[in-house]
């Protein structure tokens, strides 16, 4: 009991230790709150570079590796290509090479015999003078032929000038112009006008007729043909063609024959035929079970006094034979003089 009595005395310091340290707690839990997160960031720091760090140097070994093996592999690759390259230009070069020998030998061989070639040489020189022997001796006809024509016309000219001239040839009596006593022997165109003869001038025929120098129909030639007839003979004649026409063309009946005797009952039946389609009916149409007004029966139906005989007795188009003699038809007009005077040749308002 005693304990407990002195436990309880010493009560009210202990709680008031407790309010004083609480206090004290509460003064200093900003300050150590800021302490704490100033030590955590900066440890977290140390220890995120730290990491960093580290990770930075596996990197870089990864990529050193990597990059190193990338390397190697396309140095490689450029080794290989490069061998190939060189081994390629070598061949092309050995190629070339036995090619330019081997081409060289078939062309002097083959193509470019040298021997072959001087003996195509020379036998091309002895051709070459073969022709031109030959265009010489062509070229020396050509210039005979030529020297002869030209011999030939001035001999021909000669000839007709000492015909001319023949007049001047020297006789028994008188020596010619062309013959001189002072000359042991006469000239060569003296022997020419004694080798022709002289140039007679045609004489003109005379004609009967005295010449007109205004008519010049004399000198004209005469044809030796006939001009040709022409085809349509001359005179009031019409084209044999339209006569021919006119003698065989078809029947073309006239006015009065052309038209049809039952004319008028076949115009009748028309208007009666159009009346009866375009009729007008005022009575609407209405069902056979509501009409209430009594049926009006039309005029050529049946009645209750019988069949209406309007329109089937005594109508000609329903009776033609009605009313028709095999007398001859008598007209109570008098003809037309024009159609009885031209008959036959009158043919729809034509006449010819």
Request: proline share 7%.
């Amino acid at each position: 009991m005693a304990a407990m009595v002195r436990l309880l005395e010493e009560t009210d310091p202990i709680v008031e230790e407790v309010y004083r340290r609480k206090n004290e707690a509460e003064e200093a839990r900003q300050l150590e709150y800021l302490s704490t997160v100033k030590i955590q960031a900066w440890y977290r720091g140390e220890k995120t570079r730290a990491y960093m760090s580290h990770l930075n140097k596996c990197a870089l070994i990864i990529q050193r590796h990597w990059r190193g093996y990338l390397g190697r592999g396309l140095t490689r690759i450029l080794v290989k290509n490069s061998v190939m390259i060189m081994k390629i230009n070598f061949y092309n070069k050995k190629a070339t090479y036995i090619q330019k020998m081997w081409r060289g030998y078939y062309v002097r061989k083959y193509v470019f015999n040298y021997y072959s070639r001087k003996r195509y040489l020379e036998a091309l020189q002895i051709k070459n003078e073969i022709v031109r022997s030959e265009l010489e001796e062509y070229a020396e006809m050509q210039e005979q032929e030529r020297r002869r024509k030209a011999e030939k016309v001035e001999k021909e000219r000669r000839e007709v000038l000492a015909r001319r001239n023949h007049y001047l040839i020297s006789t028994e009596v008188i020596p010619g112009v062309f013959n001189s006593p002072f000359l042991p022997y006469p000239t060569d165109t003296e022997y020419l006008l004694r080798s022709v003869k002289p140039l007679l001038h045609e004489k003109k025929k005379k004609t009967d007729k005295p010449f007109d120098p205004t008519c010049r129909s004399y000198d004209l030639p005469k044809p030796k043909l006939l001009p040709p007839l022409p085809t349509k003979p001359q005179g009031p004649f019409r084209e044999p063609e339209d006569v021919q026409n006119q003698r065989y063309k078809p029947f073309q009946p006239s006015l009065r024959v052309a038209t049809s005797f039952t004319s008028l009952e076949e115009a009748r039946k028309q208007m009666k035929n159009e009346e009866w389609v375009t009729r007008l009916n005022d009575n609407v149409f209405e069902p056979f079970s509501r009409r209430d007004s009594r049926y009006e029966p039309l005029l050529h139906t049946r009645s209750e006094y019988g069949h209406l005989p309007y329109g089937f007795r005594y109508f000609r188009e329903e009776f033609p034979d009605r009313r028709v003699t095999q007398q001859s038809f008598k007209t109570l007009v008098p003809s037309i003089p024009i159609f009885d005077k031209l008959n036959d040749t009158y043919s729809q308002g034509q006449v010819f």
